[in-house]
């Protein structure tokens, strides 16, 4: 069974700092794509960031790009979010994912897996 964990969200200020991590398990890590999606309250899912499965390119959402990094260890099968600058618009719950393709940019639709999700605030 297919397992993907998130923890290290909370609650922090504007202009401080989290980090993500989600732990997965029961799939061959290495040949996934990895990303990070949020939704926030009344709104759609939305890409974050990604990395792929072999060279590890990241790519970034607009909103998110130099203040998130995305990273993945191969060896511990988790994959971090390290996220910088916090923003009040950046509160939401936060979606590890797992896709088959070899590709940074993540969609909904082509995610294979989810994990529950792990809610960020960010306080003003």
């Known amino acids: 069974q297919v397992q993907l964990v998130e923890s290290g969200g909370g609650l922090v200020q504007a202009g401080g700092s989290l980090r993500l991590s989600c732990a997965t398990s029961g799939l061959t890590f290495s040949i996934y794509s990895m990303g990070w999606f949020r939704q926030a309250p009344g709104k759609e899912r939305e890409f974050v960031a990604g990395?792929?499965?072999?060279?590890?390119?990241?790519y970034y959402a607009d909103s998110v790009k130099g203040r998130f990094t995305i990273s993945r260890d191969n060896g511990k099968k988790t994959v971090s979010l390290q996220m910088n600058s916090l923003k009040p618009e950046d509160t939401a719950i936060y979606y590890c994912?797992?896709?088959?393709?070899?590709?940074?940019?993540?969609?909904?639709?082509?995610?294979?897996?989810w994990g529950q999700g792990t809610q960020v605030t960010v306080s003003s």
């Open positions: 990395i792929t499965r072999f060279s590890g390119n990241t």
């Open positions: 994912a797992a896709d088959a393709s070899d590709t940074n940019r993540l969609t909904v639709k082509s995610v294979d897996y």
